[in-house]
Every structure is written in C-alpha cells, then in structure tokens.
C-alpha cells in the first residue's frame, strides 16, 4: 500500500485531503502533519511515497523542507505535490521547480488530487 | 480599484479560504456557509474603495469578518473575542485597524506555533476602540483606536 503524506496548518485542509484520498477506488496509508516540523520528523523516520505539501507553514515553511528532504536527505523517490493558494507565484525559475512533480492550486476538485496522484504513482511524473 | 482590492486581501487568504469552506461542505455546511459569509463581507468592504474615511462600526466589523474567517481556518490557534455592543459614531481611516491584526496576526502565523487572540471592544465614554492581544495565553500587545 503506497503511503502518503499530507503537511498542511490548516485542519480542514488536511481533513478534505484525506477524505478525497480516502474516497479513492485505490487504497493509500495516509500520515497528516500540522507543521513542517513535524512533517521532516516523519520523513526522517518513516518512509513515503508522496507527500502533499502547503508551502506557507509556520517556522519551517514548504521551500524550506523541499531543500531538506531533496537537497540534503537526497529522498529521490518521493514525490512532491505542492498545494498552494498562490497559482503564479512559482515559476521554473525558482530553484525548487524541478524538485516539485505537481502543483495544485486551491480550490481543487476531488478529480485533481485523484487524477494527479494516479498519474505520478503510474507513470512516476 | 482592482489595484487597492489586491493590495488589501492577499490572494493565497482568498483561496485558502475557499478551499477551507469546500472541505466544511462535508459534514459542516452551516459553518461552511457563515464562512463564506464572512469571506463575502471582507471582500465588500475591500472592494468598497469610495472613501478613506470610514466609521468605526464599519472597520470593526470588517476586523471582526476578516479575524473570523483565519480563526475558522487555523483553528484551534486563533481565537476572537468581539465585543462591540457600545459602538461609537466616530469615523477612522479605512484599514487602520485590520493593518495594525494582520501585521501581528501574519507575524504570528509565519514565524511560530502561538496560539493568538485577539480581543476588541468599544470604550464609547473615551471615544475608543481596543484591541487586545494574548499569545498562549499571556497578554503581549494593546493598542487604541480612535
């Protein structure tokens, strides 16, 4: 079963994740961390397959943890979906761009998250 | 307009917002509905761009609108005490309040895991309005408008 998670401050942010992933026809472990601290404890200790990332966190915010987990932990397999409430503010000239398998923009439809998640887990981008 | 609109209400707090009030859609819909009430009435208010003046009742409730909506989409962290039951009839420049919580509230929000409440009240024999505000608890900041 692949495993996911989903590093987000707002509760019922994470709550629709779960509730759209745990809708899906394919079963997933689903992990959820209110902070980005807590999120790189549990990259650090337990292994996933992707993680939904919101990028304004507090102390340790998205950019910050891509750097850590690609930069520093080398955690090549893991896929990243960034979740963000600001559709232009990441372009490919940011460092991290190509750290980033899919972004998302809020609002999203069930459909979204489903259909993007299928295809990275397939086809791996 | 458009121009005062997008400097006021940041954008990523206008689609968290909407994304937060799809997930209360679930099993919460009356809050899901006050929410989007709410988020309604910030967006007036910023959209409402006629005066620089505005009354004191009218920026405390936009205050009060805006700190709502972040209080339903961080909580438990934020927590909202408004009491304004003796409003007063004076006028106040248009933002003044809401720039002085969201400094603090966005501050708060970035840079640590505080819980923060705000408390803002009316002292209509001074003419004045009162915010207060806690972080974990503990008082940190106060500041009058009038």
């Not at chain 1, 960034?82 to 372009?91: D, E, Q």
């Not at chain 2, 400094?103 to 209509?124: A, G, H, Q």
Request: hydrophobic share 35%; with cysteine.
């Amino acid at each position: 079963m692949k495993r996911i998670l989903i590093i987000d401050d707002e509760y019922n942010n994470r709550l629709l994740l779960e509730e759209i992933l745990e809708d899906s026809e394919e079963k997933f472990q689903i992990v959820s961390a209110e902070n980005g601290e807590l999120g790189l404890d549990k990259l650090q200790h337990e292994k996933f397959d992707v993680v939904f990332l919101d990028m304004m966190l507090p102390v340790i915010n998205g950019i910050q943890i891509i750097d850590i987990v690609k930069c520093q932990w080398k955690l090549d397999d893991l896929k990243v979906i960034v979740i963000t409430g600001n559709s232009n503010k990441f372009t490919s000239k940011d460092w991290y761009y190509d750290y980033v398998d899919a972004f998302i923009t809020k609002p999203y439809r069930s459909k979204t998250i489903l259909d993007t998640l299928n295809k990275l887990l397939k086809t791996g981008r | 307009m458009k121009n005062y609109f997008k400097t006021c209400l940041k954008q990523h707090f206008i689609y968290n917002t909407l994304n937060c009030a799809v997930s209360l859609c679930r099993k919460k819909p009356k809050e899901a509905s006050e929410l989007l009430i709410d988020l309604s009435d910030c967006l007036h208010y910023t959209s409402d761009n006629n005066s620089d003046l505005v009354s004191l009742k009218e920026e405390i409730d936009f205050v009060c609108s805006y700190l709502y909506v972040q209080s339903i989409r961080f909580s438990p962290r934020i927590e909202l005490n408004c009491d304004t039951g003796n409003m007063i009839s004076c006028n106040i420049a248009r933002f003044l309040i809401y720039r002085y919580v969201d400094d603090i509230l966005e501050n708060v929000l970035k840079n640590t895991n505080d819980n923060i409440t705000f408390k803002i009240s009316v002292n209509p024999k001074e003419q004045k309005a009162v915010v207060e505000v806690f972080l974990n608890g503990k008082y940190k900041y106060i500041k009058e408008f009038s």
